[in-house]
């Protein structure tokens, strides 16, 4: 089991920028695909970024698409979701998870998850 923690949520003003970070723990972090997700109150949780092991490949929803940019550094077993042009519809608990073999969209699909970070965006 890899153990995942997520920081760098709070809040910050629409049009504002965050970077999210999340810490995985063990030797073999770059063995594993990384995604990032959210759950907004009353929603379920949505898939918003992946990663491939290497860090050669990405793959984003629309919804954030252009704005949200994930990156890892395996030297450091840490995968990053940089947040741009935020916006309102932005709030929710980001969520990153880790999976064997190729990067995945769906939630059932990940092996193991965060606490989660909270990212408010004010208008």
């Known amino acids: 089991q890899v153990q995942l923690v997520e920081s760098g949520g709070g809040l910050v003003q629409a049009g504002g920028s965050l970077r999210l970070s999340c810490a995985a723990s063990g030797r073999t972090f770059s063995s594993y695909a990384m995604g990032w997700f959210r759950q907004a109150p009353g929603k379920e949780r949505e898939f918003v970024a992946a990663?491939?092991?290497?860090?050669?490949?990405?793959y984003y929803a629309d919804p954030v698409k252009g704005r949200f940019t994930i990156s890892r550094d395996n030297a450091k077993n840490t995968v990053y979701l940089q947040m741009d042009s935020l916006k309102p519809e932005d709030t929710a608990v980001y969520y990153c998870a880790v999976r064997s073999g190729a990067i995945a969209t769906t939630t059932n699909e990940y092996r193991d998850w965060g606490q989660g970070t909270q990212v408010t965006v004010s208008t």
């Open positions: 990663i491939t092991r290497s860090g050669l490949g990405t």
